[in-house]
DNA sequence: CTGAAAGCGCTAACAA
DNA sequence: TTGTTAGCGCTTTCAG
């Protein structure tokens, strides 16, 4: 038996160490006491065999496994993967290993992913981004592991969702234009069925006008009900055909517009161009994001950052106090945005 | 005993199809003969049952798990999270399950993730990306399971390397811009001991310079052959030293830089703006990489596009040729890279 | 074509 | 303070 090509196993160390293999695995796990002798011989020869325990037989037995199970959308994509990141770095730190799994914004493959890392015994599910529906996660979910979703929505509000507080992030950047001496401000963005961020953004922004003492004035949306486009892309042809029929003569009846995302925005910006506008002279645009074509585009983008890694972090940091059974407060689950002053706005 | 609460076992299908636990686990395998009719049965209380192995015991007992550690050095990038995306996309077409490790370019973090994820009998490992030194790998891997190389070099040249060809890509581009007219061309870039494609990109520059007729000047290379950063950035003091020591009344003996990537190519935009030259009409730049900040940039960088999706996908497809004991060939591994016009380069 | 049973490496209940 | 042993869920050898 060449046992040289082989990594040595419990039992090799006990018989080794001359104890028995229970020793050997309380020496590791401090779960019961061992002689300080014993457990100094035991673990001398753990490191003269460069012995390290099967974390597969151990799952196997405990029926936990060390491993979190991440599912994101997908992957090359700045949002996602910095929060993975945020989510690695602190789970990391616990000893926990993470199984990434992209589901391409399809439930089906979500549902797939969870079911096969499922039977790994993977001890908890973070959930990246993206979409709305989860309820099949429970008919998954026998064992009960705890489920963490960052920035992702949850209409039955069932889980913990680490995310930042979009209607206040919306809100502060309307006071923003505001304060810089906007009288009438427009919105552009989504507001599709289901969509509870959708709603909550739109919010904030009816939010300051109430604030700031105006009249919640629905001329000044340009709302898309359609819901097409998860991402929040292409709604350049939607604002070209706004501006076509509102737009006469170079006057719009807002001199600044909050957009819903960055996306919108550059969209917004691009069109506004088109048709003979200028930004930020004519028209101040925000976005919401912090993307990074934000920073590139011409003008470039006044928008609202999002922590990512933070939020990352803090899902890591949330579900390892529902493993420790500690409960969380959902006011520590909301994070602060910052506003990033660029040039597509400008003080009137 | 609540058997609802939990997953159904090998052992529960059996009773219930009233045949044994071989049987079942023959006709899922299909690695001996099962009758149809017993087959259809077991199936069918498989699906009523929502029944799915678990991956865990099996790991154990076949020493293989179904899944593949994938070590990247950082996720939120471009460059690797689209080959990982890549290699998530190939591998799971196979069934095929990703651990994704992040070693923050540290070589030490590297190796302990390898050491943890190969006691979950992961099949294979394939490094993404990054540094040089390797040599630990075979110490860890006892067990001896394939290891690809996804754009990272290896000086021992033990492992496939899935790459591009950075000589060829390189002579391209000053082939195209010898094509477009410059007659006196410089290369700016790393020299650093022990990296490869240092050497490589070089190579690639001297290579067209004589295919063109040229003899290889000295006086054109930026060459930087400190080691600091990985990464390559901070180019910019590097090259504005050189500006301020050779571009006197705004004249370099160079019409065109090559640069060996797109950081140093926008480091030496922005020098060579500072100090009053225009590019692309005084001097044009190329650079290499394609990274989105590229396309941004003002101007915007004529580049070497690298197929980092399929460079995943390849990895991928390697490894599964190795499993397979199917032989590959070196001439397979090497990607064709494309150029793409921006405004950074000019027809003289 | 099918079954019984050993055993993968580990943990923990029970026993001393 | 330590040891014996059952068993986690599966695959596979050996035996029909």
């Known amino acids: 038996m060449d046992r040289s090509k082989i990594n040595p196993n419990i039992k090799d160390i006990a018989k080794i160490a001359n104890v028995s ?32 325990p099967n974390v597969v037989a151990r799952s196997l ?25 945020g989510i690695e770095e602190s789970l990391r730190l616990k000893g926990y290993m993470l199984v990434i799994n992209i589901s391409h914004f399809n439930i089906t493959k ?30 998954i979910n026998k064992r009960n592991i705890p489920v963490v979703l960052a920035l992702r929505e949850d209409p039955q509000n069932k889980y913990p969702i680490v995310s930042i507080d979009f209607k206040k992030s919306i809100s502060n950047i309307t006071d923003f234009l505001f304060k810089s001496g906007h009288e009438n401000i427009g919105y552009a963005g989504w507001l599709r069925e289901g969509k509870i961020t959708d709603r909550k953004t739109l919010d904030g922004y009816i939010e300051s006008v109430k604030k700031n003492g105006k009249k919640f004035n629905k001329s000044l949306l340009i ?8 991402q929040g892309h292409n709604f350049y042809q939607f604002i070209d055909t706004y501006l076509k029929q509102n737009g006469n003569n170079r006057k719009l009846n807002f001199t600044a517009l909050v957009c819903q995302n960055d996306y919108i925005a550059i969209d917004a910006i691009n069109a506004l161009k088109k048709n003979g506008f200028n930004v930020p002279n004519d028209i101040s645009i925000t976005g919401f994001g912090n993307i990074a074509k934000s920073r590139y585009h011409n003008p470039s983008l006044t928008t609202i950052a999002i922590p990512r890694k933070k939020i990352g972090r803090l899902s890591a940091e949330v579900f390892i106090k529902i ?5 969380i407060s959902d006011s520590d689950l909301l994070l602060e945005t910052e506003i990033i002053q660029r040039d597509s706005t400008r003080q009137l």
């Open 21 to 52: 293999v229970t020793t050997v695995s309380h020496a590791i796990s401090g779960k019961r006491h061992v002689s300080e002798k014993t457990k100094e011989k035991i673990f001398k020869i753990i490191k003269e065999n460069d012995y390290s």
């Open 61 to 85: 037995k405990k029926k936990e496994s060390g491993i979190i199970g991440v599912i994101t959308p997908v992957l090359n994509n700045e949002f996602y993967s910095e929060i993975i990141e």
């Open 110 to 139: 979500e549902k797939e992913h969870f079911r096969k890392i499922d039977s790994l015994f993977i001890d908890g599910l973070i959930l990246v981004g993206g979409f709305t529906e989860i309820s099949y996660i429970d008919e």
């Open 223 to 230: 709302a898309h009900t359609a819901s097409e486009d998860d």
């Open 323 to 327: 493993i420790n059974k500690n409960n």
